[in-house]
């Protein structure tokens, strides 16, 4: 089954999520480029751009994301919202969306967020949440939110990615996309009205990340220790084994 417009229009809950305009593309480089380029000459907050199949799909750190054709959800919104303050608040908020998500729709009680940007099934990665900040031509400033979600992809789709997986792969259940996607678009909705002490409360109680030890890849340093927290801004927090606390504002965790 195709991603549609109307088929996911009509399953939104008018009374939190007003994401009327969504376009749906067959192929496109990068849902991320398109909603950014789309935000610099002023296009309008909450349009979501989606794809069946991307040739040229962003991850985190100038990474490719890859995934067959018809079997995910990728899309990518542009939020002019002025309660998102910057972009790691942004990706944490999106993460316990789709962590609730994920859990719901496949009744595993072992979803987990792995800071910052990453939401397991178990020990393996489903999802991907890439956040860009830009200001537009006339001053005003933007987030676009992209999200991969892996859903019906087979087993074969991840032999080059030993830690990532689909829904399909951990349940064996086939979902409806548009289903899952406006499901999806409801929880975001919702959860940018929530005050960030809930959303960070969330990511605490369903972190992957905190309790182990951890190395820190901050492409010209790596920082080795124990994840002990999560603070109020959203950073993470790794104890050396000098007991030095470290405020993890970006990077690679592994
Ligand atoms: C990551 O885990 O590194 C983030 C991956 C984000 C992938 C999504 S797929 C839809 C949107 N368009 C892109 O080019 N990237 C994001």
Not at 61 to 87: Q, V, Y
Not at 133 to 152: E, Q, R, T
Request: aromatic share 8%.
């Amino acid at each position: 089954m195709y991603l549609e417009r109307e088929k996911i229009i009509e399953k939104l809950n008018p009374a939190v999520c007003n994401w009327q305009s969504i376009l749906v593309l067959e192929s496109t480089g990068s849902t991320n480029k398109e909603a950014y380029d789309l935000a610099m000459i002023g296009g309008g907050a909450n349009t979501v751009i989606m794809t069946e199949y991307q040739t040229a799909g962003r991850g985190r750190m100038n990474r490719s994301w890859e995934a067959g054709k018809g079997n995910s959800i990728l899309f990518s919104i542009i939020l002019r919202d002025k309660r998102i303050t910057s972009p790691g608040v942004l990706m944490l908020t999106a993460a316990a969306s789709l962590r609730e998500t994920v859990a719901e729709i496949t009744g595993r009680d072992d979803v987990l967020i792995k800071w910052p940007n990453d939401v397991f099934i178990g020990a393996k990665k489903c999802c991907g949440i890439l956040a860009q900040a830009g200001v537009d031509k006339k001053g005003d400033s933007f987030y676009v939110l992209g999200i991969g979600l892996n859903v019906n992809n087979a087993l074969e789709e991840f032999s080059n990615l030993p830690q990532g997986t689909s829904l399909f792969v951990e349940t064996g259940h086939k979902y409806n996309r548009n289903e899952v996607a406006a499901k999806l678009f409801n929880k975001l909705s919702k959860k940018f009205g929530e005050n960030i002490e809930n959303i960070l409360a969330e990511c605490r109680d369903f972190s992957y990340t905190i309790g182990r030890e951890v190395c820190v890849d901050q492409q010209n340093k790596e920082i080795r220790g124990k994840a002990v927290g999560i603070d109020d801004d959203g950073f993470l927090i790794v104890l050396d084994s000098d007991n030095v606390a470290h405020k993890i504002i970006c990077g690679d965790v592994l």
